[in-house]
């Protein structure tokens, strides 16, 4: 079985510049990622998206890596997508809850425009932090039922 886990963490002080990819971060309880831009007292706190849904995409450019889609968190090994709302996602002490399944693109990124489509919009999800802590790649995460 493969360990579902941390592939990467991403962060932007400023929306709509790229994400940088760092070795870990701090999570703040109700906040999201510390120095995150889209951090903030509302639902969509944290992003995050599976390894597997950016490697559909590396047919038509292969160059994308983890952090492009604007995600805060790459997983591998997790359907995100199949994890109901209200999920509990468990990373040593961080605590996420799904909030939200995909997004509504208001403006199409550089993605869409290069392939077509982008995976983000379906295959992304995000969370709320309920308990705060560092995180860090290749950390495991525990999917409470």
């Known amino acids: 079985m493969l360990k579902r886990k941390i592939v990467a963490i991403s ?17 703040k309880e109700e906040h999201g990622l510390v120095g995150d831009a889209h951090a903030g007292p509302w639902h969509r706190q944290v992003s995050l998206l ?6 559909k ?18 997983t591998l090994g997790l359907d995100l997508t199949s994890l109901p709302l209200g999920s509990k996602l ?10 939200q ?8 990124c550089n993605i869409f425009y ?17 308990n705060g802590g560092t ?4 950390d495991c995460i525990e999917v409470l039922s």
């Open 50 to 55: 599976a390894l597997e849904s950016i490697e």
């Open 11 to 27: 962060i932007a002080s400023q929306k709509g510049v790229k994400k940088e990819n760092v070795q870990e971060a701090l999570l």
């Open 101 to 108: 399944i995909g997004k509504k693109c208001h403006q199409k």
């Open 57 to 74: 995409m590396h047919r038509k450019l292969p160059q994308l890596k983890p952090g492009d889609f604007a995600e805060n968190i790459t």
């Open 90 to 99: 468990k990373i040593g002490e961080v605590l996420l809850e799904v909030t």
């Open 114 to 130: 290069a392939v077509g489509f982008c995976v983000m919009p379906k295959e992304g999800i995000f969370a709320k932090v309920l």
């Open 135 to 138: 995180i860090k790649v290749g």
